[in-house]
Structures are given as C-alpha cells and as structure tokens.
C-alpha cells in the first residue's frame, strides 16, 4: 500500500484531480452560461465595477476607496488586479472572471499540494475531490486564505516559526480564520508558537492599517459591515428569526466560549498544532452565526491534515462537504432560503452537526491515546515526506 502510494504522489495524481475539479468550478460559475451557480466573483463585480468604471474616466479603480468592498486587503488586492487588467479579446466581467478564476485555481492547487505535505498522497487527494472544491473554490475568496493558512502550519512543523506566522498572517489578510488557527499554536507549542502567533498578527493587523490608509475609514466600515450581518449558514437558523440583534450577540458570547474550550481541550490533550488549529477553527465556526458554506473549506481542508483524522472518517466528512455543497445548489428552489425548514437551512443543519461529530471523533481518539498511553511519543506531523 506504501509503494501504491508513493507512485501516486510520484505522478501527482492528486493536483491532476485538483484541477480536474477546479476546472469544473470555473465552468460552473461562468458569467457566459445561460444560468451560471450564484457566485459572489460575478455578482459584487456587476454591482460595484460595472456600474463604477463608467464613472472613472479611465483610470485606476482602487478597491475601497473607488468601490465598496467588505472583504479583507488581500482579497481586495486581488479586486485591484482584476478591476484594473483588460486580457485580450474579453470583455471586463469576464476579464476579471477569468482572473480571479486563475487565482482560486492556483491557491487550490496550493492548499491540496500542502494537505499531501502534512498529511500524504490519499489525504491530499480527498481534499482535490471535495464537493466545495468543485462548488465553492471560485465563488468567494477562502481558497486565498486556506492556502497561507495550510502552508504556514507546514512551516510550523518544519521549525519555522516566523515563516510560519507570516504565512497565518497572510492568510488573515484574506479572511480573518486563519488568524484561530494561530491562535491555537501557542498552547500546542508553547513560546515557538507564540511567536508564529504573533507574528501571524502583526501581519494581519499592517494589512488592515495598510487599506485603512489607502481609504480612510475602511476598518470601521468592515466591522460594521460584519457585526451587523444577517445570521447565515449557521444553526441558531433553528430559531426563525436570521436578523435577530439579540441571537447574534448570543453567538458571539458561544462562539466566544467554544473556543476557549477549544484551546482549553487542546492544552490538555496535548493536541499537536495542526489538530489543535482544526478543533480551535471548527470550535468557532460552530459557535458563530456567520459559517456561510463556502468557509467549510477551511475546516474540511484541516481535518484531512492533521494526523488524528482516520480513514473511517471519510464518510462523514463526504456526507458533512456534501451537505455544504447543497446549500447553495438548492438556494433558488425556494422562496426563503433562510426559513427553518428550508432546503438549504436543512443542509446548513447538517453540515453543522456532522463537523461538530468529526471534530468530536477527533479529539476522542485525542482523549483515548493520552488516557491509554500518556508516555507515547505524538504522532509524526509529517507523514507525507
């Protein structure tokens, strides 16, 4: 089985699935099909630029400052590139389509070459044949924050701290979780993940001030934006009511709490970072209100990394991606999606209820092998090299 293999990762067979599935992501969410799958890609752009460039006279659109953007600098980089490049022959949507298209297809290919790295060949290829690889790999920005996040961890088990955190750091300047993910290192590793950790934060933090000083009043427009925000793809669904001001101050008190039980458990099973960084990241998302399905990417993409996830696990993580998947592709077959007995709130049930079992699974084999073993050396973090 070790040498089958080794000849598989010798051919590369999981990037040449990853981009068979990522292929696959860009056809669906083409602006030039008849009825493209929903995509924020396409959408923010006919809302913010179509209507914006006319106005410019021709010159640089910058992000934040010429349109409204509610996302962190790195993906607003990546909006500066393709509101401002024209490639040959196309017109501006898909110009900017097929650029961002390129982008979520390279950071794919990064976050599945990293999966093999930390966790082997077969991991790596599960994660190229997730369903939210071919559904939401380029429909929003998380593959530009699970690839520096994935590669940071790699770093952290090589011993390279400050890369490491540099890397996290990257990764929270494209969405903010990562930013959990280094948080868990300090209690996994002690002062070497301190420092990973705070430099992951520093990093982060230059890129907010960075787009605050290109757009005076940025950083205030993305709290306001995302304190206020609708409760979506989360559980608390259940109670009915998706704009209730006092259920998102709840979640904010529960998510608050599930990841301090997160580090708290991680510390004393003496979860190894990359476990640690899964069950602090999955402690959050379910404890939020906001876990919009395309996120799943981050924590699915974690469980097949750390070397607590077993191969009895691929059928619920299948089953719990799949259910993520659902969301978006039954969204339009009813009038409101956000009603409790919806199809996609009973796909967003789902999904959140089979993460909560791998991660449960997870940190009771944790629990098992330091209670059947406490002297037992921890399990190799690299079992891929």
């Known amino acids: 089985m070790r040498q089958r293999l080794a000849r598989l990762a010798a051919c590369n067979i999981h990037l040449a699935a990853a981009l068979l599935t990522l292929g696959?992501?860009?056809?669906?969410?083409?602006?030039?099909?008849?009825?493209?799958?929903?995509?924020?890609?396409?959408?923010?752009?006919?809302?913010?630029?179509?209507?914006?460039?006319?106005?410019?006279?021709?010159?640089?659109?910058?992000?934040?400052?010429?349109?409204?953007?509610?996302?962190?600098?790195?993906?607003?980089?990546?909006?500066?590139?393709?509101?401002?490049?024209?490639?040959?022959?196309?017109?501006?949507?898909?110009?900017?389509?097929?650029?961002?298209?390129?982008?979520?297809?390279?950071?794919?290919?990064?976050?599945?070459?990293?999966?093999?790295?930390?966790?082997?060949?077969?991991?790596?290829?599960?994660?190229?044949?997730?369903?939210?690889?071919?559904?939401?790999?380029?429909?929003?920005?998380?593959?530009?924050?699970?690839?520096?996040?994935?590669?940071?961890?790699?770093?952290?088990?090589?011993?390279?701290?400050?890369?490491?955190?540099?890397?996290?750091?990257?990764?929270?300047?494209?969405?903010?979780?990562?930013?959990?993910?280094?948080?868990?290192?300090?209690?996994?590793?002690?002062?070497?993940?301190?420092?990973?950790?705070?430099?992951a934060f520093a990093v982060t933090a230059a890129s907010f001030l960075a787009a605050e000083a290109l757009a005076p009043g940025y950083i205030e427009d993305f709290y306001r934006h995302h304190s206020g925000w609708y409760i979506e793809g989360s559980w608390l669904l259940v109670f009915g009511d998706p704009f209730s001001p006092g259920l998102r101050r709840a979640s904010q008190v529960l998510a608050a709490l599930a990841v301090l039980a997160a580090l708290a458990a991680s510390r004393l099973l003496r979860l190894d970072p990359i476990t640690a960084a899964f069950t602090t990241l999955s402690a959050y998302l379910l404890g939020t209100y906001v876990y919009t399905p395309q996120m799943n990417l981050l924590p699915a993409l974690l469980a097949l990394s750390t070397p607590l996830f077993t191969p009895a696990l691929y059928p619920l993580l299948l089953a719990q991606d799949t259910?993520?998947?659902?969301?978006?592709?039954?969204?339009?077959?009813?009038?409101?999606?956000?009603?409790?007995?919806?199809?996609?709130?009973?796909?967003?049930?789902?999904?959140?209820?089979?993460?909560?079992?791998?991660a449960g699974a997870i940190i009771h084999r944790a629990y098992r092998r330091r209670g059947t073993s406490p002297g037992a050396p921890q399990a190799s973090l690299n079992p891929g090299e």
């Open 323 to 358: 259910a993520t998947a659902a969301v978006i592709l039954t969204w339009h077959t009813t009038p409101n999606p956000l009603a409790p007995l919806a199809p996609p709130t009973i796909a967003t049930y789902i999904k959140a209820a089979l993460l909560l079992a791998i």
């Open 24 to 199: 696959l992501a860009i056809a669906l969410h083409h602006p030039g099909l008849e009825s493209p799958i929903y995509s924020d890609i396409v959408s923010l752009y006919l809302d913010r630029i179509a209507r914006t460039a006319p106005q410019g006279g021709g010159g640089l659109l910058l992000p934040y400052r010429d349109f409204y953007l509610e996302y962190p600098p790195l993906v607003g980089l990546l909006w500066l590139l393709s509101a401002n490049i024209r490639l040959p022959g196309l017109g501006g949507l898909e110009s900017h389509y097929i650029i961002q298209a390129l982008a979520a297809t390279a950071m794919g290919l990064l976050s599945v070459e990293a999966v093999r790295r930390l966790a082997g060949v077969e991991r790596a290829l599960a994660a190229a044949l997730l369903p939210s690889m071919a559904v939401y790999s380029v429909y929003n920005w998380d593959l530009l924050a699970a690839a520096p996040m994935l590669w940071g961890l790699y770093m952290f088990t090589r011993g390279r701290s400050l890369a490491a955190g540099i890397l996290l750091g990257l990764g929270g300047a494209a969405k903010l979780l990562p930013l959990l993910a280094a948080a868990a290192l300090p209690v996994a590793a002690g002062r070497r993940g301190l420092w990973a950790a705070a430099a």
